[in-house]
């Protein structure tokens, strides 16, 4: 995958995030802050069980001066059988190898793919994600295999070979630990961001602190010796 600390001069070429309003995305958000001339950022509106995450994406992208456009993607709303998709089903963890509830089954594959052509109107090359394989859900399409696969596909499937330009998909977090994650957004200048922020499956605020999301962030910023920014108030 491309490069995943930032350069000592920014690249002179637009960036495109792909935004949740999450504890990874703000993080990689302020990555491509240092690495991009320009920013933009997208949000999917997929049907999720609460509204929190859209708020905090909005927060953030307004506190950060960078333009957010919000799509949606109905296909989730009808799919549900997941516990991110469908208020009923109570949220669980993985459990004997099984993926968790909350895996919603192509979700990054169309996220990716739908901020890619988005970015193909605007002439963008460099997409910018959160996804991670080290403390993460399990999810297959987090994965780095899974990443090199669609950026190459992407990248033939948009014709960007014919128009000379290269199509890359940047995971700064891919290979780093939750903790190593945090460090990054204290590097990276994120810490003010990720007070506005919002991780908790059950879109409470403050967060619950039992469901896996907030249990992998709470371990995260305990491993690091960081107190969450979310949780101090800013």
């Known amino acids: 995958m491309p490069r995943v600390d930032s ?11 792909v935004f949740s309003g999450g504890q990874d995305s703000t993080t990689c958000l302020h990555w491509a802050l240092r690495t991009f001339t320009a920013v933009e950022a997208v949000f999917f ?3 999720q069980r609460h509204k929190s995450e859209v708020m905090a994406a909005q927060n953030i992208a307004w506190k950060v001066k960078i333009p957010l456009r919000i799509f949606r993607l109905d296909f989730f709303r009808e799919m549900k059988g997941n516990a991110l998709t469908d208020a009923t089903i ?27 052509a988005y970015a193909y109107t605007k002439g963008i090359k460099d997409i910018v994600t959160g996804v ?4 993460y859900s399990g999810y297959p399409d987090c994965r780095s295999d899974t990443l090199r696969a669609l950026q190459k596909s992407l990248h033939l499937g ?11 998909i940047h995971t700064p977090l891919m290979f780093k630990t939750k903790a190593e994650s945090i460090q990054m957004a204290q590097k990276w200048g994120a810490m003010e961001s990720l007070a506005l922020s919002h991780t908790c499956y059950e879109g409470v605020s403050p967060p619950c602190g039992k469901c ?15 107190v969450d920014p979310l949780l101090a108030g800013g």
């Open 212 to 226: 896996p999301a907030c249990i992998l962030r709470a371990k995260g910023f305990a491993e690091a010796g960081v």
């Open 90 to 116: 109570p949220i669980n963890a993985a459990s004997g190898g099984a993926l968790p509830n909350t895996f919603v089954p192509g979700r990054n594959l169309l996220f990716l793919t739908q901020a890619a």
């Open 132 to 135: 991670c394989q080290t403390d």
């Open 7 to 17: 350069p000592k001069t920014k690249l002179n070429r637009p960036s495109l995030v």
């Open 45 to 47: 509106d997929y049907g």
């Open 158 to 168: 948009l014709g960007w070979p014919e128009r000379g330009g290269v199509f890359r």
